[in-house]
């Protein structure tokens, strides 16, 4: 291999590796993965893709890594879409409970988006829960461990970052 061909691959190896998709790191009991029409059963050190949804039954639980920085945890009677994966990373939690561990910053975005709400983290430990009803509505719970929560659809809506 001449000079030139390892100085391209020491500059393209980084852009793969960051590339590399979301993987099941844990799972117990039941967890599936649906993709396209399938339900997959999820299996330790699976690939995961833009579109795909974790779904966790009654016993299941799974670790989920997005990156080195970013790990998500599902509890038991959980549906997660990975929206987009990336830079610009979303998941969708449209039942049960979902902890994130973000350490440091990301150098995008990590938004995690219920039917009601949407929250935008930058560097933080946290746990968000939805589908719980009071009073007949679905309920939207969340607590901050650590590092900041941002209530995107308030800012949406015209309201300021710290709550106004």
Known sequence: MDG??????????????SAA??????????????RASMALDATIGMALKTGDAVVTGSNGVAIIALSP?????TRENTRIV?????????????KGGLFSRIIGHLAGSYDVT?????????????????GRTIDTRPDVWLCVNRGTVIDVDRIRRGGDRDGA
């Open 4 to 17: 030139a061909a390892v100085c391209l691959l020491l500059l393209i190896l980084p852009a793969v590796v």
């Open 21 to 34: 998709p979301a993987e099941i790191g844990y799972v117990e009991g039941q967890v599936t993965v649906e």
């Open 69 to 73: 920085q970013t790990t998500l945890k």
């Open 82 to 94: 990975l929206d987009s994966l990336g830079p610009k990373t979303s998941v969708g939690l449209t």
């Open 114 to 130: 219920t039917p009601t709400a949407t929250a935008g983290v930058r560097g933080t430990e946290f746990f968000i829960a939805y």
